[in-house]
């Protein structure tokens, strides 16, 4: 069966999300991203975030890399969504701006 860009979504992602977006507190957060991932998976995504953050202020990917241990190929995978993704990257970072200033 061939992949598709939309194979990822389920009931079980459907799931996830409305799951996510109940959490109230960062506490909260924490406890359950800790339970659902591994530290691997938690440590990956703590960093694809750095990166997103990164791109956005403009640094190039051989600092970013520096800074974050990520590969310029994983870099570049994750600067292409930032560009031509779903939009979920610019949204959040905007509104972290919009919640008092820059992207935490």
Same mark, same amino acid.
């Given at each position: 069966?061939?992949?598709?860009? *939309?194979?990822? /979504?389920?009931? !079980?992602?459907?799931?996830?999300?409305?799951?996510?977006?109940?959490?109230? $507190? =960062? *506490?909260?957060?924490? !406890?359950?991203?800790?339970?659902?991932?591994?530290?691997?998976?938690? %440590?990956?995504?703590?960093?694809?975030?750095?990166?997103? %953050?990164?791109?956005?202020?403009?640094? !190039?990917?051989?600092?970013?890399?520096?800074?974050?241990?990520?590969? $310029?190929?994983?870099? $570049? /995978?994750?600067?292409?969504?930032? %560009? !031509? +993704?779903?939009?979920?990257?610019?949204?959040?970072?905007?509104?972290? /701006?919009?919640?008092? +200033?820059? =992207?935490?």
């Amino acid at each position: 069966m061939a992949s598709t860009d *939309d194979d990822w /979504r389920s009931e !079980h992602t459907t799931a996830l999300i409305a799951a996510i977006l109940r959490l109230e $507190t =960062p *506490d909260e957060a924490e !406890h359950f991203l800790r339970d659902l991932c591994t530290l691997g998976e938690l %440590r990956d995504l703590a960093q694809r975030w750095a990166v997103v %953050r990164m791109l956005d202020a403009g640094l !190039h990917y051989a600092d970013i890399s520096r800074r974050t241990g990520a590969s $310029t190929a994983t870099i $570049t /995978r994750i600067a292409s969504w930032f %560009r !031509h +993704g779903e939009g979920g990257y610019v949204a959040m970072l905007a509104r972290l /701006r919009e919640a008092g +200033g820059e =992207p935490a």
